[in-house]
Structures are given as C-alpha cells and as structure tokens.
C-alpha cells in the first residue's frame, strides 16, 4: 500500500472469529523470528475475523493493527506452539497488542486510488 507517496507492506493475519474469541490471539510463523529473518514481516500487520456462511459467502471482521517495530519485541517475547494439525511452529500473539484506533488510522491515511 501506499501512503503519502511511500510505499509500506501490509500483512492480514486471518482466524475464524469463533477462535479468535476462544482463545484471544492470532498465530504467526515461527521461523522468521527464530531465523531472524525480521525484512520478511510486513511494516503494518493487520488482524482479521472470519465467518464463513452457509451460501459459501464470508463476513470479515477487521480487529486492529499493529507497526513492525513493536511487532518484532511481541514476537521474540512470545513462546514457541506447535501445530498439531499443521506440524509447524507458531508463535501465538494476543489480541491486546493490536490497535483498532492506529488501524483505522491507517486505512484512513492510505493513498487513494
């Protein structure tokens, strides 16, 4: 995305909304933090909610963002999961660490079309 002419990666971490209110955080990947690999995680990392319905439509539900500079410290702070479905490490980041203010901030600020 673009904003005031300069361009910024938006990353969109999704869970279904049932989970995200079951258990109150979002998986990340694992191995960027422990290969350090911080230039692949997004400037801004926006969470979202998903229903999925019946006719095969879906309802997202936009929950709040967060910068990669304090992005990063969450991350490095928070423990390793392992996936039993998908047999790979997660780091799980709780909710309260994104902003629903800065992310409507954010959209608001982005470069128009």
Same mark, same amino acid.
């Given at each position: 995305m673009?904003? *005031?002419g300069i361009r910024k %990666?938006?990353?969109l971490r999704s $869970?279904? +909304?049932?989970e995200l209110e079951r258990w109150k955080e979002v998986p990340y990947p694992d191995d960027r933090? $422990? %290969?350090e690999e911080y230039n692949r +995680?997004?400037?801004y990392m926006i969470i979202a909610g998903i229903v999925f319905? *019946?006719?095969g439509s879906a309802k997202v539900r936009l929950y709040g963002a967060i910068e990669k500079e304090r992005f990063i410290p969450v991350l %490095? *702070?928070?423990y390793r999961k392992l996936s039993p479905n998908q047999q790979e #490490? #997660? $780091?799980p980041v709780a909710l309260r660490h994104f902003n629903h203010d800065m992310m409507l901030h954010l959209l608001q600020k982005a470069d128009k079309a």
């Open positions: 673009w904003f *005031e %990666t938006v990353g $869970r279904e +909304i049932s933090v $422990r %290969t +995680i997004e400037d319905e *019946e006719d %490095t *702070e928070t #490490y #997660y $780091r």
